[in-house]
């Protein structure tokens, strides 16, 4: 009787050293993985988005501008005297998921998105990959000023995209993201209601404080022989990224007015080929809500 009560004593005193022994192995494996940080400076690379999230509990202020054309000469301030702007804000859920919501002044538009980074760089494992879904809706014009009536529906378009990068070393970064965009009312004969595209971008760090960054979308199922006021154009943006104390401050070079996913895949007008740059600049400010870390 007494090996009764022995044996299973036994059995679970062994179940709780394997259990310690497993715990062990698993935290001595994670405090040996080492990740890669800062593959981006910000969310955001030039107009596109990046694969870094916000921390749990940070709020990420940017607040972008774009001018009319350089090319538009000296009558027109070299384009200074045109300008649209988008108010952005992001918020950190937790170091790996947060939320953010923007208005840009063309077209009026609101978007809302979420960002989950789902694989990080390490020693262990080559990339980081962050998934992002994004909703936008457009207000201009409204249905006094239109010849037609606007639905809620009719204003509305979605996207989603998933953002690949490695950080190659300590001065480059590279990123690849297939895109998708849909956008539920359109002119059919000359738009698509679904567009695709691919975008490249990269960050190499010229000094301690100052890094060049840049990105070109590549429309996948453009439209062909389109009327002239229908062509759209691939976006190309390159930025001067210069670091300030607690914000980030980015000149800016891009042939989109676009600062939302639609509007550079879709409604791109000008070449940059051609000539047709915007100067603008990004300015992003970082502000710890949940306690210091």
Known sequence: MRMFYVFPALVINMMAFA????LNEL???????????ATFKGTR??????????????????????FGLINEGAYALWGLDESVTRLGLEYGISDRFGLGIGRTSVDKTFDGYFRYKALRQSNKFPLTVTALGSV?????PRNSESPYPISTEDRLAYGAQLMIARKFSPKLSLQLN???????????????????????????KI???VALSGEYIFRLNAKENQPPDYVRYDAVGIGIDI????HVFQLVFTNTLGMFERYTITETYEDFGAGDIHFGFNITRTFQLGGKR
Not at 46 to 58: A, I, L, P
């Open 243 to 246: 670091e300030t104390g607690g």
């Open 45 to 66: 690379i030039v107009n596109g988005q990046s694969v870094e999230t916000k921390r749990k509990g940070e709020l990420e202020f940017i607040f972008s501008h774009r």
């Open 19 to 22: 259990q310690d022994d497993l």
């Open 178 to 204: 297939p895109m998708f965009i849909h956008r539920n009312t359109v002119d059919q004969d000359v738009e698509n209601n679904d567009d695709l595209a691919l975008g490249f971008a990269g960050r190499y």
């Open 207 to 209: 000094t301690k404080s």
């Open 27 to 37: 935290n001595k494996e994670e405090q040996g993985t080492q990740y890669a940080f």
């Open 136 to 140: 936008y809706y457009k207000t201009y």
